[in-house]
Every structure is written in C-alpha cells, then in structure tokens.
C-alpha cells in the first residue's frame, strides 16, 4: 500500500494555504515526503511533514482572512451610483417624489429630534445637576386620601435640614419664589425677574461670574446682574459697586455680573440674584418665621452631598415634621402623616407633574408624542420609496435579468439597490438640510424655544450619518430584496409576475400611510375643537379694554384715592378699581371656614380676594343673586362678602343670600363671621380647563396688590394709555406704570394646548402631503402601465367618466379602509386625551365623518390628475407607441 | 543600498539558484543549500524568500510538469531576471568594497588565528 503524510496536516495546509501557491507547494510537499520515506521512514517522514506544514503557515502564503478576493471592488460601486444617478435623471417626476418626499420627512425627524435634545439637556448648564433638588412637602389629602403638597415650605424647615439632616446635604438654600420686581437706578425704572436666595445660590447654581465672585451675596445688601441686565441698566458703564433700588423700598450694591442662564433652564427668566436677608428688608413680614410651622411660604433648595442618592436623602428626611414640630402643634396635624422629600432637578421639567407624592408625568408626554409622531412622518416618506420602487420594478426587471446572467449574485444586487436608496437618502438629506436652516426660525417660533443648528458638532454628524443610515435601510432593505429575487429567464422572457397579489404589501402601506394620516387630522381637529370650547367658555366678567396694573411700590398706598379720582378725570377711563390680586390668577386659598349645615367632613378651602367696592362694576361681573359692594354702606367693609355659584354649590346653599359665613382658626376658636350679601356669576381665574374653584370676595383694607383699569370705550387703546401713564407719572412718579391688558393675559392660558393643536396641524398636513405625493406617483404609474388597455378600452367604447371611476376606484377603495381603521383607533387616543381637562369638549360624529370625506376627496384630487390625462388620451397615439 | 536589496536569506537562494543553472524549483533549491552549507532549509522559509525575490523582480517563475511522485502537482520553475543578476552583482559589490577597506591589522587582531 503506497503510504500518504498525516491526513489531518495536509487537510489543514490545503484549508490555510493560498489558492495560488496551494498546488506546486502541495507538490513540495509531496517530492519531498516520498524521499523521506525510502529514507527515514514512515513515522520520521509523517514528522518532517507536519514540521514543513506547521513551518509553512506563515504570511505571504496564508490567505487572507476575508477571502480569496483578486478584485477592485471600487469600479463596481461607482458603476452602481453611476446606474443609480442615471435611473435618477431619467425619471424625474418620481425622483422628485422620492427624494421631495424623504427630504420632508427628514426634515420632521431632524426637527423634533432637535427639539427632543433640548428639551431632554433642560437644567444640564448646570455644573451640579445631578445633585440639586428642591425640597418638596406632601401629606395626606382628606378627601382624596392621595397624597398631596408642593414647594411651599414652612420657615423652620431649611434651618431643621441644615442643623440636624446635614449628613445628606452640603447646601441648605432658602429661596424666594421667582417673580417680578421692579429695579430703579437714578430714574429709570425697570421690571424684572429675580430671585432672592440663600447666600450660596450662585455656587449652587455653578453661575459663570464675569465679575465678582461666588461670595458676592454674602453682604446682606448685594445684588447680582446678569449680563444683559446689567448693559441694560447701566449700559457701558462699570456696573459694580453702584447702587440700584428695589420695589422703590430697599437699597442694594452690584457686587457681581454674571452670564446669562441660556433659556433652555429653570433659571433663565431670573435675571438677578439678591441674598436672602434683603428680601427679610423688602418684606418685613418674613421676620421672626424661625417657629412658624403653620405658614408655607418659602422655597427650599438643596443641593446633596456626593455619595448620597435623592433616595437615601429622601429616606432619612421623611419624618422631619413628625420629629421637629412642636408636639402638641404636630398632634392638630398628624392625621395627614405630613413629610417632607427633595425632588432632583432632572425632574422638575419633565416630570413637572406630581401623582401621589412623586414626580409622574409632565413634559415627558410631549417628548414621546412628539417623538413617535416625527418617527410616523418619516415612515410615510420611507413607504412612498418602497411603493414607487417597487412599483416600478419592472422597468429594473430586465436588468436585473442581465446582471444576474452575467453573474452577479443575489446579495450583490442587493447591495446595488441599497446603495441607490443611500443615495437617494443622501441626496434627500442635504436638502432637508437647506428645509431646516429655512424654517429655523419658524419652528423656533412655535415651539418658542432658541434651538441652534449645531452644525459645528461632531456628534451631530455622527447621528446625522447613522440617522441617513437607518433610513436608507427602513427605505430600502425591502425594494432592494423584492427587486433582486427576479428570476433572469423569466425576466429575459418578458413574464413579470405582475398578477394581483404583486401589490398586496404596496395596497397595505398605501393603508398605513393614510391610516396614520386620518389619526393625525382627526388629532389635530379634536385639539382645536378642545381649545375652542374652552375659549367659548363663558369668563364671567368682560375682558375687553380691561387692564391690570402691579401696585408694587410703597408710592402707591397713601395715594390710591388720589390715582382714582386722576384716572376717572382724565376721561381715558370708565372705571377703577383694587384688588389683592389679578383676575386672571388665583393667589390666595385658605381654609377654615364654616357656615350653618356645613358638612364636618369638608375641608372648606375657599379663594379668598379682597376688593374695592368699585371692583364688580369695573371688571363687569355679574350678579345673579342679592347686591353688589356699596360704599356707602359702612357695614360691607367688615360684615359683607359675596360669593360665586361654585361656593354656593360647595356649600350647598339653594339661597345664599343671608347666611353667615364664620372663620375659625385650626383649633376650632372663633375669628370673624360676615352676611352673604351676593351671589356673582363664576369668575374663570385660574385654567380654563377646570371648574372654577369656590370664591369669597370682601370689601377690604387688603385690596391694594393690583389696580382693574377699564378703558373708556369711546377711546381707543392707543389714545388712552398714554393719558393714564401720565396720570401714573404724575401721581406716583417714583413707581413703574407697568400695565397687562386682561385678554392677553388670559390668552397665554391657552399657550400651551395652542401650541400643541399647531404642531399637530402641522404633522398631519405634512403627513397628507407626504402621503398624497406617494399616491400621485402610484396613480401616474398605473395609469403609464395600462396606457394600451386603456386605449382600446376607448376604442371599443368606454367613457371617460367610466376610465376615470375604473383608475381611482382602487385608491378611494383603500382611503375608505384606512378612515375605517382610524376612526376606532382616534377616537379610543383623544378621548383618553381629553379625560384630563374638567371641563372638555365632545368628540363628536361629524369630526369623523369630515375627516374621512376630506381624505377621500383629497385623494379623488390626486387621483384624478393623471386618471383624466389617461382618459383623455387619444387612443390612436397611445395604441401606436411602440 | 535602496535599490538592491537583498536579504541574507535571499542572497543565499538566489546564489544557489545561480550554481543550480538548471532544474532550478525549490525541492532542488533546498538539497543544494542543505548540501553544500549544511544547514537545515525548511519548505516555508524557502517558498517565503522566493515569493519575496519574485515580488521584487529578481526571479520570475513559471509552471512545469506534474509527475506522479508530485501526487500530480506542477513544479514551479524559477529563474534569475537581469534585475535579480544585478542585484547579485550589486551585493557582491559592496560586499568587496568592505572588505578592501579593512584595514589589514585589524583583521589580525580580530581574526581567529591570533
């Protein structure tokens, strides 16, 4: 038996060796073997053997690891971007489609997800992020036996966290809310957003000093600018060490300037810092709080230790009232388990909204639904590429045929068209591109945000190129496979497989794009119709050439009557009154109420506003029961109030008039008892959205927060606001005549829903459009396609009406089956949307019934375009095209 | 010395390819050397300086006959280009240059004899 070297070796020296030098090496091998046999032997040859195999594999004669490959591969991409630019070029109109319809799409995804990042990077200019939190306190609501609370805090609590909690926390900060205030420097007067805070606010708060340091507020009678306000206020000028004054009533030093808190922040609006023992001068009744436990009124800030998680800190804060508050204080109240808790930064945007005591939804909403709707956008345009690709497939076919006879192999024709529809995706890009440095500002506009195009980032083209790379996919991925699995002979033969059930998957995206189309209209319309409604809504009193002015300068108090009796002279007026506080605003809601037949169990928190007695008549409320405020009548100032319907109903009363309303303090102990003189029609102060809440309105001393200005209606706004302001200038010349008219502010409530209706309506029209633009592709092809039948159809004697219904039939087909998918699915999303408004509108029928026609005549339109030109067409032409 | 170069190993197979004259594939490459310099010549270190001298250009190479104690794989023929000959005669060159620089004492003190 003729004797061969070690199976196992040679198979591995023919599996690792090069293809080319593979047999006359093997031949080596083999001479060399057989003489080492006669020589040596068997076992001594087999081991020479294996030593030459393993002595072989080295580089050089290895093959490479990615396979025997001997081509240029560079000439064969070029060709298919040569082929795929040419296939572009020729048919215009569907490349227009194409990469119109891509660039759309983009365009949105590129928007919201701007928008998305914005919104998701809120607070993060802040150096320490992720360890400040506000402190939050919440106890058991009664009613509800959920668990209720806010930011309000009792004064003792920031000194109880720093002196017996300071394991968890490095800052302790008490803090004002952030409001309005008026700065004068000599006498320019102006009215900004500022917060008092702690002197360790600006370390905190991590603020880029541009002069001054973190120490600055350490002097009680410091103030710092931010840089814009301080260019305002002191324009070029050195701003430090002068001297401003706030609310005309305390002094204060510049002591830093500091850069602008960009907008997208919790921080932005304030635009100065000013320690906390000055706001102690500006509002003496902040002193002496060190063991008020009843009263919530300041903010707490925190900022946590390092190595101590919210959770930790949470927990060992928890029973802060239950081991600080005075026992026999802590018994009146400790059925409601009260607690404190600190809620992190990274929750106060998104998570603005509390559901038991913690941070559940708010913002967040939006970034999902947002979200999903730019991925749905971009998803129709990616369905237009597919339906047109394949669609068309047959003009590819005999290509296809060619290249496959030629050798190509099925990946790589995949790889062909996929690298057609990275170029179309490309191409799309760049141009949606140019879309979003057009509508930049626009869209900032609506979604009153400053969102730069971060072209200089390099992040932003790594997303943006894996973004242009999932779409290509998304896009392309199923042309790309249905277009390569033709089968050459059939093709060559001229056989397409273009039976019915070809467009099955075509038929069903045409279904899904207009199915996520009708959803978005009727979305859209619901929106509307909603804020509709509550703009209808009946507000109780006349907004119209109704004006509120802040009375926020000591000036005003001894001069009040004065100011009246100025306005009403000046004849720009027909009525003055004050207020505690704006109409447009609850400010005030306390408890402790009691009255005859009141039920034990009630809470009794009511809204409390005092007014002058001119106050009804100036803002036009109406009175459905009893009298309004006389000022002639000495006994309304301390033994009258009115009341609204919602009190009336709350303390189910049927005839109020009469009755005595008594307060009492949280022992029980008696305060003040005063008549219902009046019933007033519900006043919409707070939402819109929700029923408005229980009132009582006394004739009182407090009433001095805001002057109701009603514009005489002979004369308009323009001529009468510069006669009050010089009435303003000449009677308190010290104060800011800052003025808001009632209907603007009573507008901005409905900012928010308008923005969202906007958007909407702007994603469903793209969506149409979108939609629309694949349709009209689709028809033009079928209508190219059956250009013969149709022309002997009309030779034989078929209408132009009946060609045109025989077109666009299958189309409206489809629209009906989406509307009918829809409708169910919309109605279930907007009536889940609405459950959260109080007080909402109806999804009624119409809505439904509107939307599905619109689509369906919206889609005859595209339709009928080209189903006329194809039915029009004189028969002898398109039968002799050949 | 950029534009002949030559390795050690090189020089020896292409000077051994230049003694065979003809025949020259590598089972005869590798007997001569083992012969003549009495060192061991292993078939990988051998194809891999031959790969080297024809990616160069001092060999080209072509295919001969396939005999049956070959298992019927073709021999692979090498023979010297007029590149690979003055890349020889280039080594050879420099080779002497060195010598005749030596400096005769040197080689005395140096050399084993002494």
Redesign the interface.
Known sequence: MKHSPPGFFHRFFRWYCHPK?R??????????Y?KRLERLGKRGADRKFI??V?????P??IKPFRGYKNLNTSGMYKSYFKVGWRNLTRHKAFSFINVGGLALGMTVAMFIGLWIYDELSFDKYHQHYDRIAKVWQGGIDQQTHAIDGGYGLQYPVGATLKNHYGQYFEQVLMAWWITDFTLSVDDKKFARTGEFIDAGGPEMLSLKMLSGSYRSLYDPQSIILSKSLAKTMFGDDDPVNKTLRIDNKVEAKVAGVYEDIPPNNTFSKVQFFAPWPLLKMLQPWVNNRDDDWDNHFVNTYVRLRPNVTVEEANAGIHNLYADHIPPDYYKTIASDEPFVQVVPMSTWHLYSEFSNGHPATGRIVFVWLFGIAGAFVLLLACINFVNLSTARSERRAREVGVRKTMGSMNGQLVMQFLSESFMVVLLAFFLSLVFLTLFQQAFNDLVDKRIALPLGNPWFWLMAAGFILVTAFMAGLYPAFYLSSFKPVKVLKGVIHTDQFAAVPRKALVVIQFTVSVVLIIGTLVVFKQVQFARNRPVGYSRQGLIEVSLNDPAYASKLDVLKTGLLNSGAVSGVATSFSAVTRINNITGGYTWQGKDPDLDAQFVNCEVSPEFGKTIGWEIVAGRDFSPDIAADTISSIIINEAAAKYMGMTDPVGQTFTDVDEFGNFQWSKTIIGVVRDIVMASPYEPVYQTIFHYGGNARGVMHIRLHPAISAGEALPRIKAVFDGVVPSALFDYKFADEEYAMKFGQEERIGKLSGIFSTLAVLISCLGLFGLVSYVAEQRTKEIGIRKVVGASVFAIWKMLSKDFVILVIVSSALAIPFSYFLMERWLLKYEYRTDISWWIFAATAAGAVIITLLTVSYQALKAALMNPVQSLRSE | MKRYQLGEFEEVVILTMAVLNNEV???TI?NEIESRLARTV????L??AL??LEEKGYVRSF?GE??R???G????YFQITALGKKAMAYSKATREELWNAIPKVALKLSGPTS
């Not at chain 1, 047999?23 to 060399?32: F, K, P, S, T």
């Not at chain 1, 393993?54 to 080295?58: G, S, T």
């Not at chain 2, 292993?42 to 270190?45: Q, V």
């Not at chain 2, 794989?73 to 692979?76: F, N, S």
């Open positions: 030098h047999d006359y090496i093997e031949g080596d091998l083999m001479e060399v057989e030593i030459d393993l002595l072989l594999f080295r050089g004669i | 594939y590598s089972v590798k292993s078939l990988g270190a194809h891999t790969l080297r295919y396939a005999t104690e070959r298992a794989r073709p021999k692979k």
